[in-house]
């Protein structure tokens, strides 16, 4: 039986001196698709409620090389279907995110190689755009004579794409745990800009002995990118890294933050007051710890928190929640952080507190690279469960916290009628909520804080025709925050999203 680590926690609301619930396991589900390798990097919600989820699988281990796996749910975790890609040797999907088309865009990485390996592969990004069925529209590929990936991928406001990772590193793939043993080398931060058909427009790179991991759209329309750095090449002690650009990638400020430890940057979010950074921290000698950073909007350092025990810990994704943060990741590994672990989920307040956490232990090795929280408050985590050689893909969904909304909504049947998520989200002051209708009818939309006040209705019991709508919400008196905003049809039928709000 694996050693839990002990957290000492303070959290204080507004009741009384209580401790948060954690959520319940509503359900588990380990796919084994093709019974080789099946392994999830990356988890979205989508427009009907389900997951969309992309990694890698190895179609028979004995005649096949791994190959970039896209998986569809409900939102039950059922399979709707899945697909696979393949260029002949090694394919990778790292990020995914739905399209305004309903659609898919993939980022990852490809390799050109043989095995046995007479030369070491070379790697290069490689971008997937799908239907809403997986299928195929278009396949790009970015790099240049050495090893390049693209880690994160999002859809940006002019329809187009923005991506971040490592240009000419020395491994053909990225890194999930650094320490002393790392030596500095000639790879750089990479950003790059395209248009919707994945035609570059701008491509960026930023600092030598850097790695990018993660990048966001930000509410003035810059980006936001994290990975670590090795900020002098005569050490091996790494710190992590955070860049603001402007709209066209150009460097309004960079800020490595570190200490005496190896450290690094695996994902960032924005969030009311600055951004949010998960990741890890290991002193020469001793295991990893998990490392969240809080910083201003100017990137200094607001707050920084570890949290571990005595074995290793890691977190590889951090996502705005209702309360606060939610961090997936491993814990109780042996001196690596991915072998012989468990799968960890938690979520802190505002100040870095811990409101609660669970551990998954499912297998020999088990590992929750992506979590969100899905618009009905419910958090949902993706990885891999492995009994030792191999492994299968895992997807889970815990329970919400009660909220003064109530969730437990009467559904009409998707096609009814669907309520996109608003763009941009997050957003300052304005916003554009979609929906759509099969046919004519009256209906209301409104908008509600988490206390389950309704704080403005956009418009209510209206007629509308059948087809896609679009309403502008001005949301410039409202405070930072979470909030949701709830279409009502006159059946009494209801869909809720959650946005947010960033001042």
């Not at 699988?57 to 791994?66: E, F, K, L």
């Not at 279907?81 to 739905?98: I, M, P, Y």
């Not at 050490?235 to 709209?247: A, G, P, Y």
């Amino acid at each position: 039986m694996k050693n839990f680590k002990i957290f000492i926690i303070a959290f204080f609301i507004a009741v009384g001196n209580l401790f948060a619930q954690t959520p319940d396991l509503l359900w588990s589900k380990i796919y084994d698709i093709t019974e080789d390798i099946d392994e999830g990097k990356s988890v979205r919600q989508t427009l009907d409620g389900g997951y969309i989820i992309t990694g890698s699988c190895v179609p028979d281990g004995m005649v096949s090389y791994i190959d970039v796996l896209l998986l569809k749910t409900d939102a039950s975790g059922n399979i709707v279907w899945t697909k696979t890609f393949d260029r002949n040797f090694f394919e990778e999907g790292l990020s995914v995110e739905q399209t305004a088309d309903g659609g898919f865009i993939i980022g990852g990485r490809c390799t050109s190689g043989s095995y046995p390996f007479i030369e070491p592969p070379i790697s290069d990004a490689w971008v997937i755009k799908t239907d809403i069925n997986g299928d195929t529209l278009w396949i790009k590929t970015y790099g240049g004579t050495g090893n390049d990936y693209c880690t994160s991928i999002q859809p940006t406001s002019d329809s187009g794409y923005i991506m971040t990772g490592t240009m000419n590193a020395e491994y053909c793939y990225p890194k999930y745990e650094i320490n002393e043993e790392y030596k500095p080398d000639s790879a750089t931060v990479w950003l790059i800009k395209t248009d919707a058909n994945g035609n570059t427009r701008w491509t960026k790179t930023c600092l030598e002995r850097s790695y990018g991991n993660c990048v966001e759209q930000t509410v003035d329309g810059g980006y936001i990118i994290v990975g670590w750095i090795f900020p002098d090449e005569q050490e091996h002690q790494s710190d992590v890294l955070l860049i603001k650009t402007d709209s066209s990638g150009d460097t309004l400020w960079t800020k490595i933050i570190g200490g005496n430890e190896c450290e690094a940057g695996f994902c960032v979010r924005q969030t009311a007051e600055g951004y949010v950074i998960a990741g890890q921290t290991k002193a020469p000698g001793k295991p990893y710890n998990a490392l969240v950073i809080k910083t201003d909007l100017s990137g200094e350092v607001v707050w920084r928190k570890t949290f571990g025990g005595e074995l290793s810990d890691v977190v590889f994704s951090v996502e705005v929640s209702a309360e606060g943060y939610f961090f997936t990741g491993a814990t109780n590994g042996t001196w690596w952080v991915t072998a012989m672990a468990d799968m960890w989920m938690f979520e802190t307040d505002i100040a870095g507190n811990l409101r609660w956490e669970r551990i998954e232990d499912i297998r020999f090795g088990d590992i929750a690279y992506s979590g969100i929280q899905s618009d009905v408050g419910e958090y949902v985590v993706n990885g891999m469960t492995s009994g030792g050689f191999g492994g299968d893909l895992w997807l889970a969904k815990l329970g919400s916290e009660p909220t003064g909304i109530n969730l437990n909504e009467k559904q009409a049947p998707f096609f009814d009628y669907i309520l996109y998520q608003n763009s941009p989200n997050p957003f300052n002051a304005e916003t554009t909520i979609f929906f759509e209708l099969a046919q004519s009818k009256q209906i209301s939309l409104k908008v509600y804080d988490l206390l389950g006040n309704a704080v403005q209705a956009v418009f209510e019991n209206v007629h509308f025709q059948a087809g896609l709508h679009s309403v502008h919400l001005d949301a410039s008196q409202f405070a930072s925050g979470v909030y949701f905003f709830r279409l009502e049809a006159d059946e009494g039928y209801t869909q809720t999203k959650k946005m947010c709000v960033l001042k």
